[in-house]
């Protein structure tokens, strides 16, 4: 079964610094999504990009999409303290069922 | 904005007996799914859940899973027999109507933690 696999990183940067994130997956896929979690609590949608997008905005939010290659970016600009997170990527079945298949996540840590 | 909310936000159990998870979709969502987060390890996928029916389910919802749409706004995730390796963040999930296509973002609650012991 396909995953999103984002690279196991843990960033720790500056209040005001771009953020960027990556994320890989292993089969076809109908969209990919981003979201965030906070510590203890649920996770957050972000964006969503359908497969036949290359990039996509929403506010502070970069996201690309490269389905020749299966991968995903996402860029987090100017980034705040209330940026500290977890990060996902999701990708569904790509079959026409909605299961989510997540990554292990990157931890953004973003310093006042 | 409208939410998902679950109840209760932990649960403590002991091995072997039942347990009842409760989540309120988004009121005009018609699709409902339960994931899972072990610590430390991934979200995954247990149940999707349409018109009354289970739509897709993975290999980790065997038997001992149940979902059931009891009223018009509760979706809950019941365990038989719990087992320890059952200890987990469960996370429900709703979408909006599937004819918007597959491409509808998934919106989660908080969780709920079981603990079995």
């Known amino acids: 079964s396909q995953q999103g696999e984002e690279d196991p990183q843990a960033l720790s940067i500056q209040e005001g610094e771009n953020a960027t994130m990556n994320c890989s997956y292993k089969?076809?896929?109908?969209?990919l999504q981003w979201y965030r979690q906070n510590s203890g609590r649920g996770l957050v949608h972000l964006i969503l990009i359908r497969s036949n997008e290359r990039e996509k905005h929403s506010g502070r939010l970069r996201v690309t999409l490269d389905t020749s290659k299966k991968s995903s970016s996402l860029l987090i600009t100017a980034s705040r303290a209330a940026d500290t997170a977890s990060y996902f990527c999701?990708?569904?079945?790509?079959?026409?069922?909605?299961?989510?298949?997540f990554g292990k996540g990157n931890q953004v840590v973003v310093i006042p | 904005e409208p939410e998902v909310t679950q109840t209760p936000s932990h649960q403590v159990t002991q091995m072997g007996q039942e347990v009842i998870l409760r989540c309120v979709p988004i009121s005009n969502h018609l699709y409902f799914y339960w994931y899972r987060q072990i610590l430390g390890q991934k979200v995954e996928f247990l149940v999707s859940?349409?018109?009354?029916?289970?739509?897709?389910k993975s290999e980790i919802f065997d038997d001992q899973f149940s979902v059931e749409r009891p009223d018009g706004s509760n979706f809950t995730l019941k365990i038989r027999s719990t087992k320890l390796e059952d200890s987990a963040m469960y996370f429900c999930a709703s979408s909006e109507n599937w004819w918007g296509g597959p491409n509808q973002p998934q919106h989660f609650g908080d969780g709920t933690r079981l603990s079995i012991l």
């Open positions: 859940f349409y018109n009354n029916e289970i739509s897709e």
């Open positions: 999701a990708t569904d079945g790509g079959d026409g069922n909605n299961r989510l298949a």
């Open positions: 089969t076809s896929i109908n969209n």
